[in-house]
């Protein structure tokens, strides 16, 4: 567990390199950490060290292992960043300081710590590339090791790093860290498929190995003759991109022939192209499985030949093919191309490479709500891309299933904003078209056009989404204006009182000062909106003694409407609740609020797919909670899949519902031909948590396959 190993290490690599440094940031870090432990009861110190030897498998700086030695130091010790600075300097300490975890604040939510640790992140990346890949050699260590560790915070931990992690490591091309992300949270989320395809791939892996390396001995002699020098290896291919294969495509493992791809590293560009010929003319090319991702790098940097073949055993082979330089970058990826400014690695400005992290960063200085944040960088995230071209031969790449609009708002926001139709190839095609490899797009526009709020539903790019949503609230504050001081007008003349006098913008910005309100616009609309009521608004405009006798304004506080609602509404009064049918949310979802015009505070669980819809303005958004105690019952719909129905299995589904307390209001049974059974029960339940221990008991009884929630 000494530092010994990781200097030999860099002193084999650089023998100029600073190891002192090393090891007094591992003399601090062992000091400082003595006596702790993880949770397997190991000595904590193993965490940092591991840390710091996949940085250093990364390839980076001496100032890079300095900092993952003391990553934690700030967060998990009696030591503070000033000491750190004061030891290492500020380049260690500006490093330490972006992977100070913020684990312990106080966010409202899981979603909203996530958001905000991200937000951390951006900021930090954005000033030195290298805090993010230390940031994700910690998480690979934790994922390493999260053995120890209670069910439900290894799901967690396993769900948040294929979301985000697997997809940043990806996004910086560095492959084999996404591919043992994957894996690993593969095995943590689906533990006993991960074992089974584990064992299946093992066993098949071993039945093709002859066939994979005839090939490559083929190919090895055919590229000789040509005077083509190459290295040919064989590749396997990870879990996980196996099981995404399987489940997205619902293929059988059986039918999963590529768990094995070759890989062909060549001395130059011409060299790849001509080995691309000599495979082709031995084996047959399968129709649409050739990328040319040389001439068309995807945004990672990333660059190589891919196709697949009918190998010499009747079975398909992918092959990738690529220069010396490129598998470099394939496997150090972003890290390949750092450049170093007064001791930072600071982002070249010129380098398309890391267009993607100006963009986050555009995104979390614009995007205040934690959810349209996440679910924005989720998406600019995307791991699959399309490449498509202008009628000026510019090539541009969009996420997969992207339309013309997401094209529209990529060439500039005023086309998106008066785009009304597109050509594809010469063709017309409808706005819910998705682009294709090597489509010629032409965008057509009108002047009187807009966009529409459905366009929403269409649109896979954060840019286009962003300027979609903030046309939509400045058309809809521009009407809430004008609503909000219509009925000010009204209130006011109903207490006798001059709306021309008390509503001037200098008398409103006079009065206004302090409440929180920018312009006098932010405070009509306000009422445009209904978030404030023309009494409480009149009372913030008028003194005390012109007030009607109610017309105080009330102390923010929780308020339940009716004393039977499970909901309660912070700051607001007089709001109308109702559940939005969608989704159909229960006490213990996490839920949002969104104010809808004379309809009340609509309520969506966090995770409905019409919430990014909503959020196009943050300001409709309202503070909502469930009570603690809940009060009434809320109906919600389950889907029993049975795999043979058997006299019986009904009244032992009925009786497990019953045992947890649970009214059955609705029941709709349906057998298939093939004796399937497919049954939905619409249940009364009072929680989350009464559904779930009723699913929970359904899914133990004998021939049941699959429960689930219906939503809607």
């Known amino acids: 567990m000494g530092i010994e190993p990781i200097i030999e290490r860099v002193r084999a690599a650089s023998p100029d390199a600073d190891v002192a440094l090393l090891q007094r940031a591992y003399d601090f870090a062992a000091r400082v950490h003595r006596g702790q432990e993880r949770v397997s009861g190991e000595p904590y110190l193993s965490h940092p060290i591991a840390v710091a030897e996949i940085v250093l498998n990364l390839k980076m700086d001496v100032a890079s292992i300095a900092a993952a030695l003391l990553h934690d130091v700030v967060e998990d010790t009696h030591a503070s960043l000033d000491e750190v600075k004061q030891a290492f300097g500020n380049e260690i300490g500006d490093l330490v300081d972006g992977l100070t975890k913020i684990s312990k604040l106080p966010f409202g939510s899981r979603l909203e710590h996530q958001a905000e640790s ?45 979301d985000i992690y697997a997809p940043i490591a990806h996004r910086l091309g560095i492959y084999w860290m996404k591919a043992e992300f994957e894996d690993l949270a593969l095995r943590h989320l689906e533990r006993e498929v991960y074992q089974d395809l584990a064992a299946r ?9 002859k066939d994979i390396n005839e090939a490559i001995g083929i190919l090895q002699q ?28 619902h293929k059988e493992f059986d039918e999963i022939y590529d768990l094995t791809a070759v890989r062909v590293i060549t001395e130059s560009v011409k060299d790849c192209y001509g080995s691309l010929g000599v495979i082709h003319s031995l084996w047959k090319p399968i129709p649409g499985r050739f990328k040319d991702f040389i001439a068309m790098p995807k945004s990672n940097m990333y660059q190589s030949l891919h196709t697949t073949v009918i190998g010499p055993v009747g079975e398909p082979v992918e092959i990738q093919i690529r220069t010396h330089e490129m598998h470099k970058t394939a496997e150090e990826g972003i890290a390949a191309h750092w450049v170093y400014k007064e001791g930072k ?45 202008t009628p000026n031969g510019d090539v541009k790449n969009f996420p997969k299933g992207a339309c013309p609009i997401d094209f529209a708002f990529g060439v500039h926001t005023d086309i998106g904003l008066r785009c009304t139709g ?46 979609i949503k903030q046309w939509i609230k400045n058309e809809e504050k521009v009407r809430s ?38 312009t006098p616009d932010d405070f009509f609309a306000t009422v445009g909106f209904g978030k404030l009521s023309p009494r409480q608004a009149i009372s913030k405009l008028l003194p005390a003694e012109e007030l009607p006798h109610d017309g105080e304004v009330k102390p923010e506080r929780k308020v339940r ?18 559940f939005a049918q969608c989704c159909s949310p229960l006490p213990g979802d996490e839920i949002v609020g969104f104010i809808t015009r004379g309809r009340g505070v609509s309520v969506h669980a966090a995770d409905c797919s019409n919430v990014d819809q909503l959020l196009y303005d943050p300001d409709r958004k309202i503070k909502i909670s469930w009570d603690s ?76 396959m699959g429960v689930e929630r219906i939503r809607g």
């Open 201 to 209: 791939i093992a066993k098949k892996r071993r039945e093709r190995e």
């Open 481 to 518: 204006v004008s609503l909000g001081k219509d009925l000010l007008e009204k209130e006011l003349r109903r207490l006798g009182k001059s709306p021309s006098q008390i509503l001037k913008p200098e008398a409103v910005t006079k009065l206004l000062t302090g409440c929180g309100y920018a």
């Open 118 to 162: 991200l937000r951390k992140m951006v900021l930090a990346m954005s000033k030195d590339i290298r805090v993010i890949l230390i940031k994700l050699a910690d998480r690979l260590h934790n994922m390493r090791t999260l053995e120890p560790l209670r069910e439900e915070k290894r799901r967690l931990i396993a769900r948040e790093t294929l």
């Open 422 to 467: 597109a050509r594809a190839n010469g063709r017309l095609v409808p706005l819910r078209y998705e682009l294709q490899h090597g489509d010629i797009i032409e965008i057509l526009t009108d002047s009187k056009h807009h966009p529409s709020r459905d366009w929403l539903k269409l649109v896979k790019t954060s840019r286009a989404r962003g300027r």
């Open 222 to 249: 055919k590229l000789a003759e040509v005077g083509i020098r190459a290295r040919i290896i064989g590749r396997p291919k990870h879990f996980y991109s196996i099981y995404k294969k399987m489940r997205d495509q």
């Open 345 to 389: 690695a600071a982002l070249d400005q010129a380098d398309k490479g890391f267009a993607w992290i100006r963009q986050l960063l555009e995104w979390q200085r614009d995007l205040k709500d934690s959810r349209e944040f996440l679910e924005t960088v989720k998406v600019d995230l995307f791991p699959e891309e399309v490449y498509v071209f």
């Open 629 to 704: 105690a809940p009060k009434t019952s809320h109906q919600v719909k389950i889907r029993v899949m049975i795999g043979r129905d058997r006299p019986g299995i009904l009244a032992a589904i009925s009786s497990a519902i019953s045992a947890t307390k649970i009214n059955i209001a609705q029941a709709d049974i349906r057998v298939t031909e093939d004796r399937k059974g497919l049954n939905t029960f619409t249940l009364e339940v009072s929680d989350l948590k009464q559904l779930q221990s009723a699913m929970g008991a359904i899914r133990q009884i004998d021939g049941v």
């Open 561 to 578: 409407q009716h004393p039977d609602e499970d909901v309660a509404l912070v700051g607001a009064h007089d709001f109308l609740i109702r």
